[in-house]
């Protein structure tokens, strides 16, 4: 499963570093991405990152405050965390954020397309709140 945890409320301007707590073998390769969804509106791509190579993207709104990073657990493929680590936030980040994961397939998508799009990806996790005011 993908598990979010790092969420709250923060004033604009400050910093949060969201985590998602990987297990399972079908997660060691592949896509792993963040993904965001504000109310009313659809679920959003927000950043990308290529297992394999370690080849990232980022949408345009959040390219240079946002930072995708992946850590592996020692010795065990199964175990990892996907972090986001998230500055100068805006009132416009406030959504729920979701940490998913995408098949090898999903990368060289999103780089053709420029986009992220959810239906490319596989699994999720139950998302966690981000508040920015």
């Known amino acids: 499963p993908l598990v979010e945890s790092g969420g709250g409320s923060v004033q604009a301007g400050g910093s949060m570093r969201l985590s998602c707590t990987i297990h399972g073998y079908t997660y060691s390769a592949g896509c792993m991405g963040w993904f965001r969804q504000a109310p009313g509106k659809e679920r959003a791509g927000v950043a990308a990152?290529?297992?394999?190579?370690?080849?990232?993207?980022?949408?345009?709104?959040v390219k240079g405050r946002f930072t995708i990073s992946k850590v592996n657990a020692v010795n065990d493929n199964s175990k990892g965390t996907l972090y986001l680590r998230m500055n100068i936030l805006k009132a416009d980040d406030t959504a729920l954020y979701f940490c998913?994961?995408?098949?090898?397939?999903?990368?060289?998508?999103?780089?053709?397309?420029?986009?992220?799009?959810?239906?490319?990806?596989?699994?999720w996790g139950q998302g966690t709140q981000v508040t920015v005011s």
């Open positions: 990152l290529y297992t394999s190579n370690s080849k990232t993207y980022y949408a345009d709104s």
């Open positions: 998913a994961w995408g098949p090898t397939s999903a990368m060289p998508a999103i780089q053709a397309r420029g986009i992220m799009s959810p239906l490319w990806f596989a699994a």
